[in-house]
């Protein structure tokens, strides 16, 4: 199957550039040290802020130095939706810093300019609507800032999956194309307490440097959640990726909920040649639960790539709400180390993004993956497996006063720790 069109609309090389100052004090807009940010609107979409560098260029010349937006996603119903029509974006420049006080913004608006997008053609071949200075004032007799950006589309097709129901359920996983859906992979979720029968036979030996083990008091109470797998399977019947937790979520000491300093991981495993037996691992998922700007708790996690036997490199995170949820991303343009994925592929952009449910709600994970980094269908296998690593991870990561679903308990029993 075809994967379905998406579109990427790039916003980057932003700078500001204020006029000098012709008398001490007054109205108007004069150079500043306090930092500067802008706010990007793009109707149907949530507001982007991005920090603004002062330059001190001459002329039309370039800035000095700039930075980035994270940008926006347009899916092939969006794309349908605005095409033939005009679509504006609309950028606005405050100078302060971000954020609230009291109620109200703390920056100053210093002014405001739209650019206007002709989506029509970015299906089928990169697009560019701006590129250099923007003035942000209509008044000529007054001293005007001006706002360098570029912004560019690019076609960016993916391949959609969505899971048939929770992924503890083993549900089917069906590839998304239009109104079509076909089966792709199957899963088959187990929930046993001896690591040794929820690994691949001798993986633990040879992969040390990749797991780590607690305990102590923690462990002797038993008040820990380990032993799950999920195993992904073409549908000849072969497996083709698998999520293994190897490091059991617990509370913290005197605590109800994982905590940072005590993550649970799941390693994340493709096959290593033609017998199933034999793993290797590709990535390590690290989840918890910490306070933050997204109801006050949320869940972390963190994605570490392989680099080396015993080390790796944290290459993506996010930060789901506990009641909605969120996306899971995977982009190399925004990636903390972008060269430390270690994909086939060696395309930058976009990899992969998993959206699940929040807590309490029935979850059929929706996996996004960028057509580059798919040359076959075992390889989007095991983003299929990362992000039921991710749904399961928010169940895991529940306060352990909570009763788990009979789904998710060893041998569909209660917890002995609810």
């Known amino acids: 199957m075809d994967p379905c069109p998406f579109v990427r609309l790039i916003v980057e090389s932003l700078a500001l550039k204020l006029p000098q100052a012709t008398k001490p004090a007054g109205s108007g807009v004069y150079p500043t ?3 500067c940010f802008c706010k990007l609107r793009l109707k149907n979409f949530p507001s982007q802020t991005a920090l603004l560098p002062l330059s ?58 739209q650019v206007t997008l002709d989506l029509g053609v ?29 912004v560019k589309s690019e076609p960016d097709p993916r391949f959609v999956f969505q899971f048939g129901g929770e992924p503890e359920c083993s549900p089917v996983v069906f590839q998304i194309q239009g109104n079509i859906r076909q089966p792709v992979f199957s899963c088959k979720f187990s929930a046993d307490r001896s690591r040794s029968r929820s690994l691949p036979p001798d993986f ?56 940072r300093s005590n993550p649970g991981a799941w390693l994340i495993l493709r096959p290593n040649g033609f017998s199933v037996s034999s793993w290797k691992p590709w990535g390590r998922l690290e989840a918890w639960r910490e ?25 993506a995170e996010a930060t789901m709400s506990i009641k909605k949820g969120g996306q899971f991303c995977i982009d190399r343009r925004v990636s903390r180390d972008p060269s430390a994925l270690s994909l ?24 996004q993956v960028g057509m580059q980094h798919v040359t076959c269908m075992a390889d989007a296998a095991l983003f299929i497996a990362l992000s039921a690593a991710i749904d399961l991870s928010m169940d895991a990561c529940q306060l352990f006063s909570r009763k788990l ?14």
Request: glycine share 12%; net charge positive.
């Open 33 to 35: 040290t306090t930092p």
């Open 56 to 113: 001190s260029s001459s002329g039309d010349s370039p800035p000095e130095s700039s930075t980035s937006a994270a940008g926006f996603h347009l899916d092939a119903l969006t794309l349908r939706r605005l095409s033939g029509k005009p679509v504006t974006l609309r950028i606005e420049v405050y100078t302060g810093r971000m954020g609230h006080t009291c109620g109200v913004s703390s920056g100053k608006l210093v002014g405001r300019v």
């Open 122 to 150: 970015s299906q089928a071949t990169p697009s560019v609507f701006q590129n250099g200075w923007m003035k942000l004032g209509n008044e000529p007799e007054k001293p005007t800032a001006k706002l360098h950006l570029t």
């Open 204 to 259: 633990s030996n040879k992969n040390r440097g990749w797991m780590r083990t607690f305990s102590g008091e923690k462990e002797r109470q038993g008040r820990e959640r380990k032993g799950w797998m999920i195993m992904i399977h073409d549908l000849s019947g072969s497996p083709v990726a698998a999520a293994s937790m190897i490091t059991p979520f617990v509370p913290s000491p005197g605590s109800d909920r994982v905590s």
């Open 291 to 315: 306070r933050g700007p997204i109801d006050g708790l949320g869940y972390k996690f963190e994605l570490v790539t392989e680099n080396g036997p015993n080390n790796g490199i944290p290459i």
């Open 344 to 367: 086939r592929s060696p395309v930058k952009g976009f990899v992969m993004g998993a959206t699940v449910e929040g807590e309490g709600k029935v979850s059929k994970p929706v996996v």
């Open 405 to 418: 679903r009979k789904e998710l308990c060893h041998d569909h029993e209660h917890d002995s720790f609810s």
